[in-house]
């Protein structure tokens, strides 16, 4: 992609992330209709989707030769990763929405010809950006991302999971989870993944491992973690795959290695 | 108490919470030591250390007959919960301090008697301050706090708790922990007791379950709880003690009986 393309595609993508968190702000505290898709716990609400139709709108309005895979099914049935494709969540952590009134995000992942370009991903209550444009670094608000450090152990990681990895299962061998979960330092779960993503980024978490996430859980997240140099990929060492739902083990390099091999054993 | 007595001390108790707040913002982004205590992931730094005895030395200066008992231990050797008695975690969520920077509490519940009468949580870095004086109600910064709703259904509920309860251990049956993760709508896990105490009474959360507390983990958050109409109890279903380790199931009113009927049975 061009270098100036690319900064106008970027410049556009925030001022619309802005405006998207401006809408969610203003009916957070209104009565919304919440409903119930794959299961009971995977919860829609018209938020999600009039913020799917508002950057649907957008798009092709300014960019009509782009796709858009988004949660909601709002935009294109995209089949390959050919030209430029948005993937976006227009509010991951749909659960802390509804029940927290914060805790979530807007993620936004523009590729163009399989490669991350833009990884925008903005906690909306709290109103922290993170940015990632390819080959410019990552950033919080203003602020650059340091490269993640050099000194991770697994011992001294704090690892965000969901508790139901412990549990037993059909993906993934739960009593090896359950020796991470001892020999780790500590665990989180915050119920986002890509605040989850954000959060290793940023360092304050060292790993995150989810069996079940879909392109736009992870595409803006895996852009912004590539930035400061962590790794992304599939638990049976797989690239990650932008058209399919994926297991997913991110992390500091420092530890990548050791929770494929020690940690994380596919039933499937 | 008196009620004069009691409203003269929320105001000292407050400003020193915030004086505290402000000295730990001044030290976090410095090098600070860390060390461990019972085990290594059980951290402390020089930063607990000197918010413990900032809070020992004006407690000791203004109250001399009041006692503290305290997290670090530069508090008194408590043996009873006579006369005026103040609980003080430094730093709830040491972890999160260190790793994190943020997602840490200052924790102060003052009980009189045995009763609570003053209960704050300080969530530092995001300047967040929950209080609770008996019979007033509990606030969140200025706001009023809702008593907790009627309507919550443990299906529909989150609940915090640490993964390690999902793992085999010595305290609780896992399996009916796994059982609880599977049954409830999500869980969430953070950290710190106090603010998962905070986020009970906010409604943000439904319910928390921790095998291990200190009395300085939960001083502050059983009184904030009680304040909305949370329940605070330990697992064998005694009342919580204040001198004592405990196991601790904080909920909404509503389903406290069924995570204590259904999802725990102490093995000890």
Same mark, same amino acid.
């Given at each position: 992609m061009d270098d100036a393309i690319r900064k106008k595609l970027f410049q556009n993508a925030k001022v619309w992330v802005y405006e998207a968190g401006d809408k969610i702000r203003e009916q957070i505290h209104q009565q919304f209709k919440v409903d119930t898709k +794959?299961?009971? *716990?995977d919860l829609v609400t018209e938020v999600d989707q009039s913020t799917e139709q508002y950057f649907q709108k957008q798009i092709k309005s300014h960019y009509p030769n782009h796709q858009l895979l988004g949660e909601e099914g709002y935009g294109d049935n995209v089949?390959? #990763?050919?030209g430029t494709v948005w993937i976006v969540?227009?509010?991951?952590?749909t659960m802390n929405f509804v029940?927290? @009134?914060? *805790?979530f995000a807007i993620s936004v992942g523009i590729y163009h010809d399989g490669v991350g370009e833009i990884g925008i991903i903005y906690n909306v209550m709290e109103d922290v950006l993170y940015t990632a444009v390819k080959g410019e670094g990552a950033f919080r608000n203003d602020k650059k991302l340091d490269l993640l +450090?050099? !000194? /991770?152990?697994l011992e001294t990681s704090i690892i965000a999971l969901n +508790? +139901? #990895?412990?549990? !037993? *299962? @059909?993906? /993934? *061998?739960e009593r090896k989870i359950q020796q991470l979960i001892k020999d780790s330092r500590g665990t989180r779960s915050y119920g986002s993944a890509a605040l989850e993503f954000a959060f290793i980024a940023e360092g304050i978490l060292d790993g995150y491992i989810t069996m079940k996430l879909a392109p736009w859980d992870f595409a803006a997240g895996y852009i912004l973690l590539n930035e400061v140099g962590g790794i992304t990929v599939q638990a049976n060492r797989e690239p990650v795959n932008l058209l399919e739902g994926n297991t997913i083990v991110a992390s500091n390099k420092q530890i990548s290695e050791r929770l494929l091999t020690d940690y994380i054993e596919l039933k499937e």
């Open positions: +794959s299961n009971a *716990n089949q390959s #990763l050919d969540d227009p509010i991951d952590g029940h927290q @009134k914060r *805790n +450090s050099n !000194e /991770v152990q +508790s +139901s #990895l412990a549990c !037993e *299962n @059909k993906r /993934v *061998n």
